[in-house]
Each structure stands twice: as C-alpha cells, then as structure tokens.
C-alpha cells in the first residue's frame, strides 16, 4: 500500500558525494520518521540517519558531519545527502519510511505502516 522509489546511488571516487532520493507514494495519511540504512554482504543493516515529521535528526557516529538527512514533507521524499565519502561507505542503502495509512484499522485508528525501499548501491573507490 506503500510505495518507495529510490535513486541517486553510484560509483564515486573517495572524497566524492552523492546524493540518495526516497519518494513515498500510496495510502499515506501521515509519515512520522524517515531514515536511511545500509547493508553489507553478510552483515546486518545498519542505521545511518533519520529524520522526523519535526525536523529532528540523528546520525550514525561514522557519518557525522559528512551526511546530511532532509525531507520535503510536501512530495513525502527524503534526501540523504553524502559528501567526502569515503571507501568505507561502499554498502546497498535502504529508505525506510514509518507512518500510519488511510486504511482505519479495527481499533479505530489509522493503521500503523513501515516501509522499506529497493535498495540503491554506493560504491566508493580509494
């Protein structure tokens, strides 16, 4: 009922920057957080940053200071973007978007959603 389109991922030389797009579409009433996470081969997904419907943001400690995390509330898309990046930050990135749907559920509430997009690579070279 939700649907995530992501892109922007590449291949970029050390030091390069890229910039990831997430745009929400579908059965939205409302979107509370939206964030970005990676993932290794055989590693677990891990956060990178997230933001929410007031604006308030938190980063993985390795990503401080170099990525910046943004939303445009107006078209439900969240920005992730990345500069001096570095080999280290080679992974498939994922946008992960939590809100509540249009369908009323059976307490009455809107129900509950969390979402996760296709996964984009970013590949960085020494």
């Known amino acids: 009922q939700v649907r995530l389109v992501e892109s922007g991922g590449g291949l970029v030389q050390a030091g390069g920057s890229l910039r990831l797009s997430c745009a929400a579409s579908?059965?939205?009433?409302?979107?509370?957080?939206m964030g970005w996470y990676r993932q290794a081969p055989g590693k677990q997904r891990e956060l990178v940053a997230v933001?929410?419907?007031?604006?308030?943001?938190n980063y993985a400690d390795s990503v401080k200071g170099r990525f910046t995390i943004s939303r445009d509330n107006a078209k439900n898309t969240v920005y992730l973007q990345m500069n001096n990046l570095k080999p280290e930050d080679t992974d498939v990135y994922y946008c992960?978007?939590?809100?509540?749907?249009?369908?009323?559920?059976?307490?009455?509430?809107?129900?509950?959603?969390?979402?996760w997009g296709q996964g984009t690579q970013v590949t960085v070279s020494s």
């Open positions: 579908g059965s939205i009433f409302n979107i509370n957080a």
């Open positions: 933001i929410t419907s007031g604006g308030s943001t």
């Open positions: 992960n978007v939590r809100g509540r749907l249009t369908v009323i559920s059976k307490n009455g509430d809107h129900a509950d959603f969390v979402s």
